[in-house]
């Protein structure tokens, strides 16, 4: 079993950054993949960026390509999304998630086998 925990999510003003932590505990899972998704209200949950746990392979949604980015540290168990130039629309419930198995892709909620509890994110105009 594995334990993941948000944190770092707020209320900031269009253009500022924020940065969300993914705190694991529970099983080791090297050879897993992190993943960060957003849920904006009455909207399904969606794909921002994932990262290998081995390796440092990552991925992102093209609205958060450039603006975004996903770190890890290993011996932390940690793993990290900033966000910089944030807009009105990234407004939205920030979930990880971690993947135990090996996946054709990683950009849907299915491929995912842990999800945290969420931390909000709102961004005023």
């Known amino acids: 079993q594995v334990q993941l925990v948000e944190s770092g999510g707020g209320l900031v003003q269009a253009g500022d950054s924020l940065r969300l932590s993914c705190a694991a505990s529970?099983?080791?899972?090297?050879?897993?993949?992190m993943g960060w998704f957003r849920q904006a209200p009455g909207k399904a949950r969606v794909f921002v960026a994932r990262i290998n746990w081995s390796g440092g392979i990552t991925e992102y949604a093209d609205s958060v390509k450039g603006r975004f980015t996903i770190s890890k540290d290993n011996a932390k168990n940690t793993a990290y999304l900033q966000m910089n130039s944030l807009k009105p629309e990234d407004t939205a419930v920030y979930y990880c998630?971690?993947?135990?198995?090996?996946?054709?892709?990683?950009?849907?909620?299915?491929?995912?086998?842990?999800w945290g509890q969420g931390t909000q994110v709102t961004v005023s105009s």
């Open positions: 998630a971690a993947a135990q198995s090996y996946r054709t892709t990683y950009v849907y909620t299915r491929s995912y086998d842990y």
């Open positions: 529970g099983r080791t899972f090297s050879g897993s993949v």
